[in-house]
């Protein structure tokens, strides 16, 4: 395994344990790869992650690494507010809980009640329910289309544990399965010498460098995300390319123009699998939840409107965030490949 960019590693001063976990390779795979760490065992890892009067915010200054067996379910049908990207058959599944980065537009600060990261070491037993759900599926004659990437940055981890290339070795051998391996991350280094496959769509979200720094925290500048793109690229991989949320804020287009200039500029469009557009948007319980916790990010006190249960930015904000990255993106991504969240 490569370990190109450790610019973001945490150290994990402890390491939670279920007793039932201590049975699989993956939890000594993390031992050797901490040595430091104080492994402690629980005999259920929700008595860490579920505490009350956690604190997420403070949690992710020192964020603490569990290992645990999942119990079903093992794989989620999507939901309206992850983009499906025109696949049919489009399911999600968590071989991780939490993050390493700390986007402050995040979900995840209200859907766990813990920062720390949870990572399920039974994967085999996500894999064996994905090929159970893959013969079930509603559109036989579509593949099934699975995110393996949506409560974590899966591949942002691959320098801890390579998990992504676990899930792309597991896809070669299922042809009907696609994968879609969103990521903020630089560290396609750690996957690269992979034979690539048309099975696996690599998502990366771009963001111009003011958002990444205001609202990204702890990711790659956007140079660094572009030029691991443009390597994927040229190793033959799928590429997405991901405006996801498009931040609103005095001065966004001459930024998002920029950004996509800069795009333009590096990548060819005409090898681009497709993008997608999307805003902010987070489920009304989520946002409450992290409106509680009176986050500083300015994020949360903005003007927004509920559609649907879903706490989103104005519609005639989504229609210029529409109308503005069509023209943008116009000549370099044909519009009927850019999916647009609404
Ligand atoms: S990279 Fe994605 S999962 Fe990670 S903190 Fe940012 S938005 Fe959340």
Redesign the pocket.
């Known amino acids: 395994m490569k370990k190109s960019d450790n610019s973001f590693l945490p150290k994990f001063s402890h390491i939670y344990v279920e007793s039932a976990a201590l049975d699989y390779p993956l939890a000594y795979d993390c031992f050797d790869r901490f040595p430091k760490a104080e492994v402690v065992e629980v005999p259920d890892y929700k008595s860490i992650f579920n505490r009350p009067n956690q604190d997420f915010q403070t949690q992710k200054q020192s964020m603490k690494l569990i290992l645990a067996v999942k119990k079903p379910p093992f794989i989620y049908k999507g939901t309206d507010i992850l983009q499906d990207g025109g696949f049919k058959n489009f399911y999600y599944n968590t071989p991780i809980l939490n993050?390493?980065?700390?986007?402050d537009?995040?979900?995840?600060q209200g859907m766990y009640p813990s920062a720390n990261l949870v990572v399920f070491v039974n994967q085999d037993d996500m894999q064996k329910s994905v090929e159970d759900e893959m013969v079930k599926r509603p559109f036989p004659e579509d593949p099934m289309m699975l995110s393996i990437?949506y409560?974590?940055?899966l591949l942002?981890f691959e320098n801890i544990l390579p998990m992504t290339r676990a899930w792309i070795d597991f896809a070669k051998q299922h042809p009907e399965l696609q994968l879609e391996v969103?990521?903020?991350s630089a560290l396609f280094s750690a996957i690269d010498e992979m034979v690539p496959t048309d099975q696996v769509l690599l998502a990366w979200?771009l963001s111009p460098e003011k958002v990444v720094k205001a609202n990204?925290l702890n990711?790659p500048p956007l140079t660094k995300r572009l030029a691991a793109v443009r390597s994927a690229m040229e190793k033959g991989w799928k590429v997405r390319i991901c405006f996801d949320p498009v931040m609103i804020y005095s001065g966004w287009e001459s930024d998002y123009k920029a950004l996509i200039d800069k795009v333009i500029s590096t990548l060819e469009g005409d090898q681009i699998f497709d993008a997608t557009v999307g805003v902010f948007r987070m489920g009304q319980d989520y946002f409450n939840r992290i409106r509680k916790s009176s986050p500083e990010s300015n994020v949360y006190y903005q003007q927004f409107e509920n559609a649907d249960g879903v706490v989103t930015v104005t519609q005639s904000e989504r229609l210029a965030v529409t109308h503005f990255m069509k023209e943008s993106l116009s000549g370099f991504i044909p519009v009927e490949k850019i999916h647009f969240w609404d």
């Open positions: 993050c390493l980065y700390n986007c537009y995040c979900f995840l990437s409560n974590t940055d942002a969103r990521t903020k979200t990204e990711t």
